[in-house]
Structures are given as structure tokens and as C-alpha cells.
């Protein structure tokens, strides 16, 4: 029993075939998952940066601080993503309204400068 060339050829165009079917579907669906992360991590941004505001008004800074700036480190992240040629014509007004909320709850924290831990007298 001999490998019938043809078929195999045959076989082997229609699998590169088949490879470039993928790749165009991935390289059409890239820009929607590029989407889908950025998306993710600007709602994880905003958890921190809500957790970093909780934290300085309960006095704990290095929480506070540590928050923010996993804050701003997943927002930075979303904006590298966002921020590629191919994502700036497909970005909704959703990923746009996320991320005027995360910039303006970073911008609500406090500054370490004015950060001032409450403290309690003796006796009180």
C-alpha cells in the first residue's frame, strides 16, 4: 500500500486553507478581545481605586497606597491596549464611560502630601 500523493497534497492545501480560515477569524476577533480585556481591567482599576479611597478614610495607608497604584497600573494596561490603531475606531461608549470613572475616582484619592491619619487623644 502506497500514500496516494494527490490526496495528500490535497489534504495539505486544504489544511493551509483551513490555517488561514483561522488566522483571518483570530486576526478579526483580536481587535473584540483586546476589547473584552481592557474593558476587564478598567473595571478591576475601579475596584482598586474604590478599595484605595476606603482604605485612606479608615486610616490605612499602606493599603491605600497600594491600591492606587495597582489602580493606575491597570488603567495604564487598558490604555496601552486601547490605544493601538486598530482599537480606536472600535472602543464603545462603555469602555469610554469606564474609563472617565476610574480617572475621576484616581483623581478623588487623596495625595500622599494630604493624607493625614486620624489620631486619638489618651482617655478618649
Known amino acids: 500500500m502506497g500514500i496516494n500523493l494527490g490526496s495528500a497534497a490535497t489534504a495539505a492545501v486544504?489544511?493551509?486553507?483551513?490555517?488561514?480560515?483561522?488566522?483571518d477569524e483570530l486576526d478579526a476577533e483580536a481587535p473584540q478581545k483586546q476589547l473584552e480585556l481592557a474593558t476587564s481591567e478598567l473595571k478591576a482599576a475601579l475596584i482598586f481605586a474604590r478599595f484605595s479611597s476606603?482604605?485612606?478614610?479608615s486610616?490605612?495607608?499602606?493599603?491605600a497606597t497600594d491600591a492606587r497604584s495597582k489602580a493606575?497600573?491597570?488603567?495604564?494596561?487598558?490604555?496601552?491596549r486601547l490605544a493601538?490603531?486598530?482599537m480606536i475606531e472600535v472602543s464603545p461608549d462603555s469602555v469610554k464611560l469606564i474609563w472617565n470613572e476610574v480617572q475621576s475616582a484616581l483623581?478623588?484619592?487623596?495625595?500622599?502630601k494630604e493624607f493625614?491619619?486620624?489620631t486619638r487623644t489618651a482617655g478618649m
Open 72 to 80: 493606575q497600573a491597570a488603567c495604564a494596561k487598558a490604555a496601552h
Open 59 to 63: 486610616g490605612n495607608l499602606q493599603r
Open 116 to 118: 493625614k491619619p486620624r
Open 54 to 57: 476606603t482604605s485612606y478614610s
Open 14 to 23: 486544504k489544511l493551509k486553507h483551513m490555517d488561514n480560515l483561522c488566522r
Open 84 to 86: 493601538a490603531p486598530e
Open 107 to 112: 483623581a478623588d484619592l487623596p495625595k500622599l
